[in-house]
Nanobody
Framework: QVQLVESGGGLVQAGGSLRLSCAASGRSFSSYDMGWFRQAPGKEREFVAAISWIGSATRYADSVKGRFTISRDNAKNTVYLQMNSLKPEDTAVYYC???????????????????WGQGTQVTVSS
């Protein structure tokens, strides 16, 4: 069992940056693949980025590739999402999630993730 708490969201102008954090409590954080997802009003939850349990592999949605960077610090039980060059279409509630399966390929499907945070709002103004 792991509990996830996101922070770092807020209001930013287009072109700006934010850094989201997701703090995990409970055992075995370092054994989970971690992902970031987002959900805009009226839309389905979508994959943003993910990182393997050991931190050696990452995946990104095409829409954020080159602008967002996911990282983790297993000593601090925290995963980060650095978001640069933000666009109004990045506006959403951002969720972090933990996948305990440790498969070879990091999953981009929300259904693969076992634990979720409560989300943090990111709003990008034009």
């Amino acid at each position: 069992q792991v509990q996830l708490v996101e922070s770092g969201g807020g209001l930013v102008q287009a072109g700006g940056s934010l850094r989201l954090s997701c703090a995990a409590s409970g055992r075995s954080f370092s054994s989970y693949d971690m992902g970031w997802f987002r959900q805009a009003p009226g839309k389905e939850r979508e994959f943003v980025a993910a990182i393997s349990w050991i931190g050696s592999a990452t995946r990104y949605a095409d829409s954020v590739k080159g602008r967002f960077t996911i990282s983790r610090d297993n000593a601090k039980n925290t995963v980060y999402l650095q978001m640069n060059s933000l666009k109004p279409e990045d506006t959403a509630v951002y969720y972090c999630a933990a996948d305990q399966r440790r498969t070879v390929i990091i999953s981009i499907r929300p259904s693969s993730y076992d634990y979720w945070g409560q989300g943090t709002q990111v709003t990008v103004s034009s």
